[in-house]
């Protein structure tokens, strides 16, 4: 977002010390302007939560003194309701703050908080339509200016016609059906219940790979031995992790369909990028999905858990082959019209524009 608005304002992307190398290299390869600084966010792990509290009134003293320091009209609190820090910060040193909330389950305490701080921003961004119903209750303030603005994506770099396959994975591939899903390794997302829809598609034909994208963070490796464990149960040896990918397009160019089977989201971005590189999709009932995913048209929703749908939906696509490339054009249709980054940029634009005129009043 903040490569798409560069020309029309000047922004400073904050970024953690920690655990942020990726993030970085992705800023850079846009040439964005960024900070690192040592500040610690919070995560479920007991450790982090640990430093986090024993650091957290240095840490807001340090990042305030920066704010006042800077002369920023904006503080975008990015992250979600965990960002707990950045509001408080930026209302300290007396900037407007926009706090952007993407998240449709979070523990009680979050919330707690939350709905104490949440007098302090002047306007807040909810992620979906979903995010926003969540929240709902949860905001102090009887009135509040908004906006929903989905995940973004850069319709041009996810275009399926603009990607090759990794030769390494092509040869890995040969004629299989891949059936594929980029998610983080985590109970959230489903990863065992993608496992179980394997199970039952094996059941039907022998012709599939399936393709699992994504992280496993240290605090979910139990989970991931879980789901292999599952995997070695059933007997199933056409399924592959590729983990820690910086960009997922050529993995996504090569699946013939993209599954999500998360139990909660937001966006979720992944489909919104399998959708961008021309994808049926065949997802859970989550976050705003019923916008961007329609029955009969470029995929199919089921009710999230049931994995014996799902592996229903994925068989009716792919005995009806005449239907895939209309919905293959018909997911990129969508992607470009309702999710591509300049859209968004321009609603980005319009509620910073409204902050900054409510300022002035």
């Known amino acids: 977002m903040a490569n798409a608005l560069q020309d029309r304002i000047d922004t400073e992307i904050i970024v953690s010390s920690y655990n942020s190398n990726l993030f970085v290299q992705k800023i850079k390869e846009n040439n964005l302007k960024y900070k690192k600084l040592n500040i610690r966010s ?34 975008h609190v990015s992250g979600g309701a965990w960002q707990i820090k950045g509001v408080l910060s930026g209302w300290f040193a007396r900037r407007k703050i926009i706090w952007h909330l993407n998240d449709t389950s979070m523990p009680g305490f979050i919330l707690w908080v939350l709905k104490i701080l949440s007098a302090l921003p002047d306007a807040f961004i909810f992620s979906s339509e979903n995010t926003k119903k969540y929240y709902a209750d949860k905001i102090s303030k009887s009135s509040y200016l908004y906006e929903v603005i989905h995940p973004p994506v850069n319709t041009s770099r996810y275009c399926d016609e603009n990607i090759a396959i990794e030769p390494s994975f092509k040869k890995i591939i040969k004629d299989k059906i891949v059936i594929g899903t980029v998610a ?12 179980k829809m394997v199970a039952e598609l094996n059941k039907v034909r022998n012709d599939f790979l399936f393709v699992v994208v994504g992280k496993v963070y240290e605090n979910q490796i139990s989970y991931y031995q879980k789901c292999l464990d599952q995997i070695t149960n059933n007997k199933i040896n056409n399924i592959t992790f590729i983990l820690d990918v910086f960009d997922v397009r050529s993995h996504l160019k090569s699946f013939d369909i993209f599954v999500c089977t998360s139990f909660s989201e937001s966006g979720p971005i992944t489909l919104f990028e399998a959708l961008s590189m021309s994808k049926p999709v065949v997802t859970t009932k989550v976050g705003d999905v019923a916008d961007f995913v329609i029955e ?16 229903e939906k994925v068989i009716n696509i792919l005995n009806n082959k005449s239907v895939i490339p209309r919905y293959k054009q ?22 910073y524009s409204d902050v900054m005129k409510n300022a002035a009043v």
């Open 184 to 195: 983080n390794i985590n109970p959230i997302k489903g990863i065992d219940v993608f496992v």
């Open 330 to 351: 018909k997911s990129r249709e969508i992607a470009i019209s309702k999710l591509d980054v300049i859209n968004c940029a321009e609603k980005h634009l319009q509620i």
């Open 42 to 75: 919070l995560s479920r792990n007991k450790k982090n939560i640990f430093l986090y509290i024993i650091n957290f009134i240095p840490e807001l003293v340090f990042l305030t003194l920066y704010f006042k320091r800077n002369q920023f009209d904006i503080i």
């Open 296 to 311: 009969n048209k470029n995929g199919a929703i089921v009710e999230p858990g049931d994995y014996m749908s799902m592996a």
